[in-house]
């Protein structure tokens, strides 16, 4: 079956520190990866994205490469701010049939100043 | 602007009630989803429809029901049958495009007392 399984937070780090969020997935077929965040009492936003193998995808400072051998899409950010504070979900779509996302746990950031 | 609202975005209800949370968009997508929400947990699909007219279960479907009769909106009934109805409600909508991302809702807290 398809599954994504997320770094267990939470994780806090000082403001400019490095954040790395792990992610890891399993899928049946080829799948399109992805990064959500959301803030408190929110919805999800759409951080970023890689739809292929090797794809890097960037946004605000963030960045994850789909590594196809490692079958991983770790987030990763080099200077982390107090407002990237937020719960951030990795999720993939397989692209054949239904187009459901299947999220992880989630990982939440705590920034502090 | 375009979007998607849920409403309301508190709502609680006596045991035993059914209640039925709102989702309208004005993207003109096709694709309508509703996930479930828990602490310390991802996002669990509960229904969803790629068309107007028809709709399909996802992982955690009893105890819901939906409907689809215009494009813009996909109302969530929670029944009585719902065991823990006390969560998170976040709705989402997409394209019907391969490697689309879905657009999320504010969402709805619901607590069930």
């Known amino acids: 079956g398809n599954s994504v399984t997320q770094m267990e937070g939470p994780v806090t780090l000082s403001e400019e520190a490095f954040l790395t969020i792990n992610c890891t997935y399993t899928a049946t077929g080829y799948p399109s990866l992805f990064w959500y965040v959301q803030y408190p009492g929110e919805g999800l936003q759409l951080l970023l994205k890689?739809?292929?193998?090797?794809d890097k995808g960037s946004n605000k400072g963030f960045e994850a490469t789909y590594r196809k051998e490692t079958t991983s899409f770790h987030l990763e950010k080099g200077s982390v701010q107090v407002s990237d504070s937020a719960v951030y979900f990795c999720a993939l779509k397989v692209i054949q049939g239904a187009q459901k996302l299947v999220f992880g746990q989630g990982t939440r950031l705590t920034i502090n100043p | 602007d375009g979007g998607i609202t849920q409403s309301p975005k508190y709502l609680f209800r006596k045991e035993g009630q059914n209640v039925t949370l709102s989702c309208e968009q004005n993207l003109n997508h096709d694709a309508m989803y509703w996930y479930r929400q828990d602490p310390g947990q991802g996002l669990r699909l509960i229904y969803y429809?790629?068309?107007?007219?028809?709709?399909q279960k996802g992982d955690i479907a009893e105890g819901y029901s939906v409907s689809r009769e215009k494009k813009e909106s996909f109302p969530l009934t929670v029944t009585s049958a719902q065991k823990n109805p006390t969560a998170f409600y976040l709705c989402?909508?997409?394209?019907?495009?391969?490697?689309?991302?879905?657009?999320f809702g504010p969402g709805t807290r619901l607590t069930v007392l």
């Open positions: 429809s790629q068309i107007v007219n028809d709709f």
């Open positions: 890689a739809t292929k193998a090797d």
């Open positions: 989402a909508s997409s394209t019907r495009q391969q490697n689309n991302e879905q657009f």
